[in-house]
Structures are given as C-alpha cells and as structure tokens.
C-alpha cells in the first residue's frame, strides 16, 4: 500500500475554484502520514481562507514572500529545503504560465525554484484554456523539465463547460503523490530503535563507558524511516547528526535508556536494542570529584537492568531484536543471548575484527532468528542496516 509517512509534503494551492478541494487534500495527505504545510497564493485566498487551512494542517499558512516574521523562522528557503514533495493544487493556468517562464513573483514560484524536491502539479482550469496552445506548450515544457502531472479530469465545470479541466479528486492526487516514493517494507510500523554507549557516573566528572559510536544504530534508524517506519531513536551520547524524520530522544544512563524505552514500548511494533549499554554501575555516585590519593581504589559496581530482556518480558511484547557485539565464539553466544533473553531475533558481530568493530564506517553480521540464520558481508553500515531491516520485515510478516 502507498504511503507517505516520513515525508514532508508542501501544498501550494493557487486561485481557482477547485481550491475548495484543498481542504479534504490535507486530509488525505494526513492520512497517508504525510506532515503538511500550506502556501497559498493571493487568488487562492479569495475562494478558501488561510484559516482553514491552518486548522486542517496544524500549521501556519505561509502566504508572503517578503514576511519578516516568517523568514526569522521558516522563510521560503527553509521551505523548500523542508519539502519532499512540492505539490501544487489546483495549478492554474497562470500559474503554469508563470512556472514555465521561470518566474519568482510569489512565494509559490520562488519556492518551486528554490527546492530540489519533485513538483506534482494538479491542473484545474476551464476546459479550452486546457485545450489551448499556450497552456499545452506550457504543461510540454513543465514536463520536459521532469515537473509530474496528475490529470487533468474530465466532466461538468463551475462555468457550465464539460472537457477537460477539472482538477482530480483528492484522493487520486495523495495516491500519485504517494506513488512518486518508494512504499517500504515496513510501512507505517512504529520502530524504536536504542544506539550509542551509555554513560555510568562515577562522580561529577567521571563516569564508565564504552567505545560504541552509535554509527550503526543511527544507520538503522535512517534506514527504518527509507522503509516507511514511524521510527523513534533512543540515543546515548554520541557525536552523531540525527536522522530526518526520526522522533529523537537523548539519555545518558542504562536506567535513563531503560525509562524511555518502557514509555515507548506500548506502541511499539518492532524493537531493536542496537545500543552497547553499560552492564554495570557504580553502586555509589560520589557527590564530589574524587581526589587522587591512594596508590589503589576500589569501586563497587552494580548490575544494570537488562534493557531488551526487560522490553522483551511486556506483557505485549513487540517483535523484539537484540545486538550481540562478541569478541569470541561469537554465533555461540548470540544465539544463548537470543535464548535466554527471548527475542525475536539476534544481530550478532564480532567486534574483535578489525575494520569493523567499533567507531568503524563498516560492518560485516550473521542474523540470528528460530527459523534459521543469515550472513551479511561486510558493507557500510547503512547498507548492512537496510539488509538486517529487510530481515526483520520478512521474518516479523511471517510471525
């Protein structure tokens, strides 16, 4: 099934009277996930009202090109950046006349110059200014410069006329804006997604970590949302940038970890417990740097709960994944962990090889699940992500 969750999608609407249908395309586009934003030309605001519009997106209808205020936060350029998708409807006659000469005039035309996201233009107008020569050299060039149409249709006009011209019903226009992206094997699933180290304080400068980087979880997370998935990444400290359209949430400690992942575990579908979580804590956290001193300390740790056997133990659980990051007998001992843990399945990898251990932009994984097992070569780590994710989706439609 298409879909548009992940996506940011922009809808300019211009002014014609099919702007009207405007207000039910947010709702379809919603309901395929896409997160809306509106810019609406002067015409259009003489047949439906910003108002409405914002109502429906939940967000403020950009209408101006010189707006102080909107370029202190989100001015045409970061619009266009923002956009996936620039889908104009209804696109006028004008405004194809406008878009074809390449002209900035407006927000709207600025903005379609200004993105490098696909354009989807929905054309309404009355059926012989369909038909004439103008607008069809206009609709050809739009074309030739890889802009996509949806319809026009045919039928009964507000003028009277019948032909060519009414713009698509909105729901044929979601589905062809849909239809532009891939659908992804995991398609509106909620997935949460642990990486990083965890930090255990010692004191108030000191505290026990290890040397994860967080690249693989953070790969995981972007490949999650290339599939569709409604994705939320719970992140130790890292130096990482956070994928778009990822729900972020930083922590520092296992218990930390362990908190946002029980606050998201009740609408989760799949879990994947990437994260290299400190097994242990300091029983006691000093309240004060701890001087030097003695030639020799002793620091009395305690064990930190077990993150994924704690999310796996629910009373429903989700499709739950585990990471065994070994230095010897590697698929022994994931496939203990699996057992003894009761997942869902164990991503196993040996962290001893070099190249692809910690910090490292590679990876090389053996997939462990009930039903059987599956290497993976060494490859980057998105790559590697997208195959275990692959994985997950077969083996958890098969659940």
Not at 318 to 340: H, I, N, S
Request: hydrophobic share 45%; charged share 20%.
């Amino acid at each position: 099934m298409a879909h548009l969750f992940n996506r940011n999608v922009l809808l300019g609407v211009s002014g014609g009277i099919a702007a009207y249908k405007s207000a039910e395309l947010v709702r379809q586009l919603q309901e395929l996930g896409a997160e809306v934003r509106v810019i609406m030309t002067r015409g259009a605001r003489e047949f439906i009202t910003p108002l409405t519009l914002q109502a429906l997106s939940g967000k403020p209808v950009h209408t101006e090109l010189l707006d102080e205020q909107a370029e202190q936060g989100m001015g045409h350029i970061e619009l266009a950046r923002w956009a996936d998708l620039l889908l104009l409807a209804p696109a006028t006659a004008d405004l194809m006349a406008r878009l074809a000469a390449g002209r900035a005039d407006d927000l709207l035309t600025t903005v379609v110059l200004a993105t490098p996201a696909p354009v989807l233009l929905a054309p309404a107008m009355n059926q012989q200014m369909w038909r004439d020569a103008a607008t069809a050299a206009n609709a050809e060039t739009l074309r030739d410069r890889g802009v996509h149409f949806i319809g026009p249709a045919e039928g009964i006009q507000a003028c009277g006329d019948t032909g060519p011209g009414r713009m698509e019903q909105p729901d044929q226009i979601a589905s062809a804006a849909a239809a532009l992206f891939e659908s992804g094997l995991l398609a509106g699933k909620r997935v949460v997604i642990t990486a990083g180290p965890t930090r255990e304080a010692l004191d108030p400068v000191r505290y026990i970590s290890n040397h994860s980087s967080g690249k693989m979880g953070y790969a995981l997370a972007a490949a999650a949302v290339a599939a569709g998935a409604r994705t939320t990444l719970i992140s130790g400290p890292v130096t990482l940038p956070v994928p778009d359209h990822v729900a972020f949430h930083p922590v520092e400690s296992a218990r930390d970890m362990l908190a946002a992942c029980l606050d998201q575990v009740a609408e989760c579908d799949i879990f994947i417990a990437c994260a290299a979580v400190a097994d242990y804590r300091p029983a006691q956290v000093q309240g004060q740097k701890i001087k030097k001193g003695a030639e020799e300390i002793s620091l009395p740790l305690v064990r930190n709960p077990d993150i994924v056997a704690t999310i796996a133990a629910v009373e429903k659980p989700p499709f739950t994944v585990g990471f065994a990051a070994e230095t010897q007998d590697v698929l022994a001992y994931a496939r203990d962990k699996m057992q003894r843990k009761h997942l869902d399945m164990i991503v196993a990898n040996d962290v001893s090889e070099q190249g692809i251990g910690f910090n490292s932009e590679e990876n090389a994984v053996t997939i462990l699940h009930e039903s059987g097992q599956r290497t993976l070569a060494r490859a980057t780590k998105f790559n590697i992500a997208r195959e275990i994710l692959e994985e997950i989706a077969r083996v958890y439609r098969e659940n």
